[in-house]
Structures are given as C-alpha cells and as structure tokens.
C-alpha cells in the first residue's frame, strides 16, 4: 500500500518535472535570445556590468544556496580577481582569455585559504570569520604595491582574444562576456546536479546525518567553497577587462553585502533568482547614480523586507505561488 | 633615553595607551554582542551603527538642547537603547523562529540604512566633539604623558564592563537572563515574560553600544562611518573569544586591542590587520575561540 502511494507520488512528481523541465527550457531560450538581441536596445557596458554581476551572485548562490553556507567575504574574490586580471594583462600584457584564467586561478587560491580557515566553524560564525578574513584582504589591497593603492589600476588594455578578436570593439566585448556568462551558468548547473551537488545538498539539509553516512563533509563544504570562489574570480576578472579597471570598491564588505542582497532578492537556491536580484540592483544603481540620494538607504531597506516579508525571494516566491506550482515547478 | 626592545619606552607606552583604549572598545563592543547572541542567538550587525548613533546622539543633543557630556553620556545610551527595544519588539522578534542567519542579515539592512540616513543628512565627513572641560588636559607621570581624557575612558568602560559582568552574573534579573539563555520555554513556564527579557535585552545591548559611542566621541571624530569600521574588527574579536563567555569576551577585548596597539610600534604595516591574523591563528588552533564552548 505504501509502496503504491509512493509510486503514484513519484509518478506524478516525475512528470511534474517534466513540465516543470519544459517551461524551464523555454524560459532559458526566450532569456538567451533577449541577450543576443539585447545591445540593440539598452547600452552595452551597462549590459555588461548586469552580466558580470549576475554570474557573480549565481556563484554566491552556490555557496549559500546550495551548500547552505553563508560568506560575508565574496568581495574578496570577485575584486581579487578583478586585480590579478587587470595586473596580468596590463603589466605582463597577457591576452585576455589568459588574465581571466589566472584571476579565476587566484581567487580559487585565496578561496582555498579562506574557505580551510572559516569551515571550521558553523552558521553565524562561518558568516563573521569570512567577513574578518575579507576585511583582512582588504587592508592588504589598500597597502600591498600592485594593486596601486587608492588609485587602483586604470587603463587596463581589453585586448584581443585569442589574439585574433579585438574586444575594443562593444559588440565583440558583449558577446565575449555573453559567452562567458552562459559558460559560466553551465559550470553551476552541471555542478549542482552532479554527485558532488547532491552530497551538497544532503549537508545543507542535514550536516549530522551527511556526516554519519560518511561523507567528509569539511572537505565538500571546502571544495564548494573554492568552487564558488573561482567563479566569482570569473565575474571579477571579466569585469575588469569591461570597466578597464580594478579598484579598492570591489573589494570592500559592502560589495559582499550587496551580493548577498541580489541571491536574497532574487531566490536562495534557485539557479535563475540571482541573475534576476543582481539584474534588480544593478538597475536600481544605474538609476540612482545621478542623483544624491544614497543606495545603502534603500539597500538597506530591500535587505530588511526581503527578511521579513518574503525569504523565498522574487523567483522562489514565484515557485512557491499557484501559476508556478502550476507550470510544475518546486520549491521547499 | 630609556629603550625597550629598540624602542623608546615613550612611544612604546604610547601605543601601548592607545591598545588600551581600543581595547576598551572592542571590549565594551564585544560585550554587547556576545549578551544580545546569549539570549536572542542574533549576531547585531547593527551594533556598529548604535555605537555611531550614540555619538551622534551626544553631538546633537550638546548642538539643539546645549546637554553637556556627562548628560548625555546617560541619555544618548537611554535614547538609542529605547530605540533598539522598538526595533526589536516590531521586527526583530518575528525572526528568532527562523535560521540564526536571517537575525544576520535583518540587522546588516537596519545598519546599512541608518548609515546611509545619516550619511545622507550629516555628509560623510567626521565632526568634532570636543573633551569635558573637567577632562581636559593631560598629567605628566614621570614616563610619560597621559591626556587625562584617555585614562577616563579606560577606567569608565572597564567599569561599565565589570558592572554588565556583575549585572549577570550576581543579580535576579541576571539570573533570569542566564536561565532564559539556557532553556527559554522552561523559564517561560515559571511565569517569567520572557519576550520582554529579549527586548530588555537588546535594548541594554544597544545602549551598551550607544554609551561606547559617547565615549568615543572625543576621541575620534563624529562620523556615520565610525560604527561600520569598528564592527568588522570586533567580529574578529568575538570570533577568538567565542561567545561562550561574558568575561571571555571582555577580556579577549583589551588583549587584542593592546596587540593592535603593539604592532603599531614593532610593525606598523601590519597593526590593520593583526586582529584578523591573530583570529586565523585562534581558528586553526583552537576552532571554539579562546573561552568558547563547542557551538
């Protein structure tokens, strides 16, 4: 009788993600296609920008979303990163696809370091110990002699890639970062759905019993940590090469908080809220950015209503509400 | 000259003062902290923020109302505590349910929005607030020369430590808190209001933050970016002190503000960020802090 419940259930749960699958899939499509068409409607470093934030908070979500841990400290990685690409391709004129490779290599590295320093401790503390080490970071950006002090390193040549496409040109750059981005999200997807994701996710549910089935759960909360850190190493360098520039901004406690704001904003753990929340607050700092009024205010406000009125962010709300369970979509 | 270890013993002492009186800070900081997470398992992001409105708190009320420092050093701790119970009873209260990393983030918003509304109206730049006239100037000691304001606020927030200390330990309120702390519905059960213990609670966390505030005034300037440099530090602080203890946190406090202190002397470019590697090192040795419990 169990059985036959049970059966029915996961019946009835399989074709629901089916179509769940399905509008999944379209929704991908119809926002891949906005993309390719998207510079002929909005500037394209703004474009840009939204693209690098967007893969930044989905490599956040990661972490937080799906391995249940929350750092403080992304800052460190995503600016990081923006320094060792920038440094790279304007000291020792690497091309570009190389610079991104290596400031993905470095964040990786500190995220290592971080990442072995702060999992030993848990939920709060895990939060003030990546926010430490990131402050931490911080200070050695403002004095160490590469990254140029307050000045930070401008004119940063975009290159060509693979020494044939020159990225001066917009176009050629905004596709070069489309592509990374779409790089980017496959990198995330894959992984959340592989193996290691799962075991992932059996440690954000349950980190007890994850351990008594014998899964070293120090080393998978390290390894998503160094996971994520890369790909935020992957927005901060891309960014670097947009903008031209790296700077001490990148690098502060607030740009670990505005991150945390766009996965809130936009869905804990769900693989599309990010882009979304980050997609929110960029535009929501492009428009403020004329006028005098400060975006901590309403930063701050965003953080405290999303708190208290809906966790689940825009796109897990949405999941949650009768049209998205109806499309077939699940969120716990 | 007498020397020590190569340096002046005056420049040595001097720092060694300034240790001090950061000490006193991240103590009284880091006091606050550690009794709002006891009882309410919320890490106050804001308490940067209190500390900065209780300067701004002494600042205004000596600039509109002509209050002077000793006033205003019981009404600015009054003032921002009340203000701390209204946040909590409305908004904070309805997160203790919930993940401990919400009450995180929750009150990361409220301080980034405090700091921006006074950014906004009192520009970033920091403003003077001048010393007491009864604490003004300085004594020689023979060895050196203390400014009388500066051996004031070393005194008072260890006293405002001891007191908080005392408070908890050795009172009945103290021990409904340390009661409520351990088993909440039990002590709910014996008729003691215990929502109204959390919002005491925070309240006395914030004006503890707040009182600190009124203290740093004339130390360093009035700024709305004053709490937010401070709180990062004191995390750190808390971190290698664990939480655990009331005690622990106080005195983990003075001990990492003199060694901020004693780097400065032997090697300046580091004294940033010796808290934070003091704090790896603590981590790596002795992952529950220094007077922490297993979490």
């Known amino acids: ?332 | 000259m007498t020397m020590i270890f190569g340096i002046p013993l005056q420049a040595f002492l001097g720092q060694l003062l300034i240790g001090l009186i950061n000490g006193s800070f991240y103590a009284l900081l880091s006091l606050g902290l550690a009794v709002i997470f006891g009882l309410l398992r919320v890490i106050n992001f804001a308490h940067g923020a209190q500390y900065m409105l209780g300067a701004f708190a002494a600042m205004l009320l000596l600039q509109y109302f002509g209050i002077n420092y000793w006033f205003a050093l019981i009404l600015a701790p009054v003032i921002v505590g009340l203000f701390g119970a209204l946040i909590e009873r409305t908004l904070l209260s309805r997160l203790y349910k919930l993940d401990h990393l919400y009450g995180l983030l929750f009150t990361f918003g409220l301080a980034l929005t405090i700091e921006g509304t006074f950014r906004y109206l009192y520009g970033a730049a920091g403003q003077p607030y001048s010393v007491p006239p009864a604490l003004a100037g300085g004594t020689n000691l023979g060895f050196m020369f203390l400014p009388i304001y500066r051996g004031w606020v070393v005194v008072v927030s260890l006293a405002a430590c001891i007191g908080t200390w005392l408070l908890i330990e050795k009172t009945k309120l103290g021990s409904y808190l340390r009661a409520a702390t351990e088993n909440p519905v039990l002590v709910q059960a014996f008729g003691v209001n215990v929502p109204m213990l959390l919002t005491l609670t925070y309240g006395i966390g914030a004006g503890l933050a707040a009182f600190a505030g009124v203290l740093a005034a004339p130390i360093y300037q009035v700024s709305p970016l004053m709490g937010s440099n401070i709180i990062i530090v004191v995390f750190a602080v808390v971190v290698v002190g664990g939480m655990g203890s009331i005690m622990g946190a106080i005195l983990t406090g003075y001990m990492l503000g003199i060694a901020e202190g004693l780097t400065k002397v032997f090697y300046p470019e580091a004294s940033n960020i010796v808290i934070f590697v003091i704090m790896a090192i603590v981590l790596l040795i002795r992952p529950a802090g220094l007077f922490g419990r297993d979490a």
């Open chain 1, 1 to 332: 009788m169990t059985d036959l419940t049970h059966s029915t259930t996961s019946a009835k749960r399989t074709e629901r993600s089916a179509t769940a699958s399905m509008t999944y899939a379209i929704f991908l499509a119809a926002g891949l296609a906005l993309l390719v068409i998207a510079p002929a409607f909005f500037y394209p470093i703004f474009l840009m920008k939204l693209l690098c934030f967007a893969l930044f908070a989905c490599a956040f979500n990661l972490l937080l979303g799906y391995t249940g841990l929350l750092s403080f400290g992304h800052a460190t990685f995503f600016g990081g990163a923006a320094y060792f690409t920038a440094h790279a391709v304007k000291e020792w004129g690497l091309t570009p696809e190389l610079g991104i490779l290596l400031g993905v290599a470095g964040a990786a590295i500190l995220g290592l370091v971080m990442g072995f320093v702060a999992i030993r401790r848990q939920g709060i503390y895990f939060a003030m110990i990546t926010l430490a080490l990131s402050q931490m970071f911080y200070f050695f950006c403002l004095q160490a002699e590469f990254t140029q002090g307050e000045d930070g390193i401008q004119s940063v040549p975009r290159g060509h890639l693979f020494g044939l496409v020159d990225l001066n040109q917009p176009t050629n750059m905004y596709y070069f970062v489309l592509a990374v981005f779409v790089i980017g999200l496959l990198i995330i997807w894959r992984f959340i759905n592989s193996p290691f994701g799962m075991i992932l996710k059996s440690i954000r549910e349950n980190e007890a019993r994850a351990t008594s089935l014998g899964y070293s759960v120090a080393r998978y909360k390290l390894g998503a940590f160094v996971m994520s850190a890369a790909l935020a190493g992957l927005a901060g360098g891309v960014k670097a090469l947009v903008f031209q520039f790296a700077t001490l901004t990148d690098v502060t406690w607030q740009m670990s908080g505005e991150v945390i704001l766009m996965t809130l904003l936009g869905g804990i753990g769900t693989l599309i809220g990010p882009i979304f929340g980050a997609g929110l607050v960029v535009t929501l700092q492009n428009y403020l950015a004329t006028s005098d009024f400060p975006v901590t205010i309403i930063t701050g406000v965003v953080f405290m209503v999303c708190v208290l009125l809906f966790r689940r962010g825009l796109i897990g709300e949405f999941y949650a509400s009768r049209l998205g369970r109806k499309l077939g979509f699940e969120h716990r």
